[in-house]
């Protein structure tokens, strides 16, 4: 008989917390990501995103300057910076703290 019948239920659920906490890289120097900058999604869960010279599509968080400069730059050749990126599962978001547009 087991006398502790909840400790593997509670090993569990330690291992799952521990887990979503390496879900986030934060970065001492600003990385830079160069791409096009799109809204995504359907109304009113629209969010902004930048879609890389790669093909690869990120997010964006950042704080609500940033974000009316970037709604009304839609379109555009965008290089951001970044300080943070999160893997969450609509895919990976980035913090983006300065953005630069390039002609395009």
């Known amino acids: 008989m087991n006398k502790y019948p909840l400790t593997p239920f509670f090993l569990l659920i330690i291992f799952l ?3 979503c906490f390496s879900s986030k890289t934060v970065f001492d120097v600003p ?4 791409g096009e ?3 995504v ?3 009113p869960f629209t969010k902004l995103a930048v879609r ?4 690869k599509m990120d997010l964006i968080s950042c704080n609500e300057e940033i974000r009316q400069l970037l709604l009304s730059h839609q379109g555009k050749i965008t290089e951001l910076f970044y300080d943070e990126i999160r893997r ?3 895919g990976d978001v980035i913090n983006v703290i ?3 547009f ?3």
């Open 41 to 43: 999604g359907n109304e």
């Open 37 to 39: 900058i799109m809204v």
């Open 52 to 55: 890389a010279e790669d093909g």
């Open 102 to 104: 390039l002609s395009k």
């Open 88 to 90: 969450e599962r609509s």
């Open 31 to 34: 990385q830079k990501i160069v």
């Open 17 to 19: 917390h521990v887990g």
């Open 98 to 100: 300065k953005v630069n």
